[in-house]
């Protein structure tokens, strides 16, 4: 029946579901996201070596994944405001520039979770 909320296995098996295209669009669509996936790659493993312990290498891998979640989200509220209407508005234009920031302010965080562990 439709409207019926899926429940159990079936939920998680959705969700996952929406998930994957969810990470597949965004790779399709977005340069930055692509670009980000690929410092993640190349940060990663970097991590799990230069961590001294559990705790550092946790700090390192989270600050690089922290990224790529706001870049998702920063895209996702492109797509909306994008959706929404052509013509500029200065919400619209507002929304989209404090998506930015927020994927700015967590580069700079990843810079900064890794100066402190690496030199500090």
């Not at 098996?13 to 994957?20: D, E």
């Not at 705790?55 to 929404?84: G, Q, T």
Request: charged letters at 15%; a neutral charge; one cysteine or more.
């Amino acid at each position: 029946m439709y409207g019926e909320k899926k429940t159990g296995l079936r939920r998680i098996v959705n969700a996952a579901g929406y998930s994957w295209s969810g990470l597949k669009a965004a790779w399709r669509t977005e340069a930055a996201f692509r670009q980000e996936v690929l410092l993640v790659v190349i940060l990663l493993p970097l991590a799990l070596v230069l961590g001294g312990n559990g705790v550092e290498r946790a700090l390192l891998v989270s600050a690089c994944l922290v990224v790529v979640v706001v870049e998702l989200l920063n895209s996702a509220i492109e797509a909306v405001v994008d959706r929404v209407g052509t013509e500029h508005h200065p919400l619209a234009g507002a929304a989209k520039d404090m998506g930015s920031a927020a994927v700015l302010v967590s580069l700079v965080m990843v810079m900064l979770v890794w100066g402190l562990v690496l030199c500090g």
